[in-house]
Structure formats: structure tokens, C-alpha cells
T-cell receptor, first 111, second 112 residues
Framework: SQQGEEDPQALSIQEGENATMNCSYKTSINNLQWYRQNSGRGLVHLILIRSNEREKHSGRLRVTLDTSKKSSSLLITASRAADTASYFCATDKTSGSRLTFGEGTQLTVNP | DAGVIQSPRHEVTEMGQEVTLRCKPISGHDYLFWYRQTMMRGLELLIYFNNNVPIDDSGMPEDRFSAKMPNASFSTLKIQPSEPRDSAVYFC??????????FGSGTRLTVV
């Protein structure tokens, strides 16, 4: 099965609200990454958090990592209609090893 | 840099035909990955290269699939013969070790 599993599978919110997506994984990791995919497009790297980090920010994005619970969350604040996309978490076990992606969360931000 | 460039963007072919997908990674990146995406199976890693050398091809579904990276600026994924179940979006991505991946726009393959 996939290393990362996102929750929820789908999320629908109003513009301006915050969106929180969660990711759980099974084995120890080197780092965890979040990606966005707009319909019909390739994945875009959003943020990378290393296993020794607990929180990271990038603009309206906030990522947390809890290695004891093997989970991560992605928070998008003040969401916009343009944030509508699928969001994937991905993990690798060691530096230079393969990235394994979860099944993604489909986020819809209604104007 | 123009990013990771994949060609063609769309490919429609008949069952049994050979299909070749192409990828130009970002200059200087030392890793190259081929992924396949379908609704049923999500994103699957097919194979990846480090410094042009295949490292892990355990995701290649069958012998019908092969991938090469003759130099640091070019890779191909070949399916011969193609089957309808190979229909998917195939992505190429490149990266530097320890950093995020840059994905291409993908090739949407339809085998009829």
C-alpha cells in the first residue's frame, strides 16, 4: 500500500476559510513533502519538511510533522478559489531513495 | 530554465504499437523519475535514475516497459507492445538529492 495516506479524501470550503489536510505514513522517513496538482497538470512541489523538523511555513502554507505519530498536516490559510487542486503528501525513507505518494486530498474552494 | 520537458503531451495509439515517451530533465539535476498516474492506482513510481544509472526499476509493470537515460539531459520510456491497460498519464520528474521534485506536464497516453 502507499506509504502516505491523506485525510480527508475530499474537502470543500468557502473562500477565506482555512483548509487542513492530514497525512499519515507507516515507516520511518527522511523527509516529507507536499505537492499540489491542478486538474490536467503536473505536480508542483510546495514544501519539504525534514524528519528532524516539527513545523515549517511558506507564505500561506504551514506544515507540521509529528514523527512519533507518523503524521503531518498541511494548513492553507485564507484560502482562495485558485487553491482548488489535489494535494499529495510524499515521503522517502532515506536521502536519494524513491518518493512514495499518497492518494491525495481533493480541495475545492468555493468563491 | 524551462523546467522538465516531456513530449508528446498526448499520444493515441493502437494496441500492439510501440510507444516512446521522452523527457528532458532540469540541467544539473542528478535524479530522474518516471511515474504513472491513473484514477485506480494513483501515482506509481516506475523507475528512477541517479546520474544516468537506473537505481530502482521494481515499479516497471512488465517486460513490455523499458527506460533509458543515455545522457544527463534525456530519458525515454518505451512500451512495446502497448495495451489498453497502459492508458494513463506518464510523468517525468527530476531533482537534486534532498530537494523537492520538479515534474513535467505529463504525457497522456491512450491505447485503443
Amino acid at each position: 500500500s502507499q506509504q502516505g495516506e491523506e485525510d480527508p479524501q475530499a474537502l470543500s470550503i468557502q473562500e477565506g476559510e482555512n483548509a487542513t489536510m492530514n497525512c499519515s505514513y507507516k515507516t520511518s522517513i527522511n523527509n516529507l513533502q507536499w505537492y499540489r496538482q491542478n486538474s490536467g497538470r503536473g505536480l508542483v512541489h510546495l514544501i519539504l519538511i525534514r524528519s528532524n523538523e516539527r513545523e515549517k511555513h511558506s507564505g500561506r502554507l504551514r506544515v507540521t510533522l509529528d514523527t512519533s505519530k507518523k503524521s503531518s498536516s498541511l494548513l492553507i490559510t485564507a484560502s482562495r478559489a485558485a487553491d482548488t487542486a489535489s494535494y499529495f503528501c510524499a515521503t522517502d525513507k532515506t536521502s536519494g531513495s524513491r518518493l512514495t505518494f499518497g492518494e491525495g486530498t481533493q480541495l475545492t474552494v468555493n468563491p | 530554465d524551462a523546467g522538465v520537458i516531456q513530449s508528446p503531451r498526448h499520444e493515441v495509439t493502437e494496441m500492439g504499437q510501440e510507444v516512446t515517451l521522452r523527457c528532458k530533465p532540469i540541467s544539473g539535476h542528478d535524479y530522474l523519475f518516471w511515474y504513472r498516474q491513473t484514477m485506480m492506482r494513483g501515482l506509481e513510481l516506475l523507475i528512477y535514475f541517479n546520474n544516468n544509472v537506473p537505481i530502482d526499476d521494481s515499479g516497471m509493470p512488465e517486460d513490455r516497459f523499458s527506460a533509458k537515460m543515455p545522457n544527463a539531459s534525456f530519458s525515454t520510456l518505451k512500451i512495446q507492445p502497448s495495451e489498453p491497460r497502459d492508458s494513463a498519464v506518464y510523468f517525468c520528474a527530476s531533482s537534486l538529492e534532498g530537494f523537492g521534485y520538479t515534474f513535467g506536464s505529463g504525457t497522456r497516453l491512450t491505447v485503443v
